[in-house]
């Protein structure tokens, strides 16, 4: 007997949703991470940079808990190129900065009176020191890397963190004037000396 039922249609299965796109690549980080590549860790980066400033002289008095958790939350860094002006003579700024590399010059009244170079020279200090308008005027001379450190953002610590930073920070101005000061000693004596040599050219000997 012919068996005269039919089987049910198969059902058709819906198409098959299309794959959710990529996310597009993120832009490299301000770090600089090579395309392909993670960007490095933001501890990594700390840790690098603390390493870093661990090699300017006047910064490692500061301990890494110190320079992390107080120093670098009031610094940024700052980069000038060639004839930039950083400080201005009469306006008071309130950032002290720490050269990383390049090298600036210190006028006052259009004469240049100082060019500084080495990597942790430090100009700017004396807005902490005496709260006044800048008594000079920075430039740069060639293209300037610098730490700058906002002294107005010491006025928002506890009062325990900031005499704390304060007594560190101080110590670092007193070691930056006495080497100031002996530099200036130093010159001093060597004009002096000149002077000694130019009076046996001038003297009544010489003149006879």
């Known amino acids: 007997m012919q068996d005269n039922s039919k089987e049910p249609p198969v059902k058709e299965q819906p198409p098959e949703e299309p794959a959710a796109a990529e996310a597009p690549p993120k832009e490299p980080s301000s770090e600089g991470a090579p395309s392909g590549e993670a960007p490095p860790q933001k501890s990594s980066t700390l840790d690098l940079l603390i390493k870093r400033l661990n090699q300017i002289p006047h910064l490692s008095v500061f301990s890494d808990e110190e320079l992390k958790d107080q120093f670098l939350p009031m610094s940024k860094v700052r980069v000038f190129k060639t004839g930039d002006l950083v400080i201005k003579e009469g306006v008071f700024d309130p950032w002290v900065y720490f050269i990383i590399s390049g090298q600036v010059k210190i006028m006052k009244h259009g004469k240049t009176i100082s060019v500084l170079k080495r990597c ?72 002096k000396e000149e002077n000694e040599r130019l009076k046996k050219f001038t003297g009544p000997a010489a003149k006879a």
């Open 120 to 191: 942790g020279e430090v100009f700017g200090e004396m807005s902490v020191i005496d709260k006044a308008e800048t008594s000079y005027t920075v430039i740069a001379l060639k293209d300037t890397t610098c730490l700058a450190m906002d002294s107005s953002l010491l006025e928002k610590m506890d009062e325990k963190t900031r005499d704390s930073f304060l007594v560190i920070l101080y110590r670092i101005f007193a070691e930056i004037l006495t080497e100031r000061l002996r530099l200036a000693n130093s010159e001093l004596m060597r004009l």
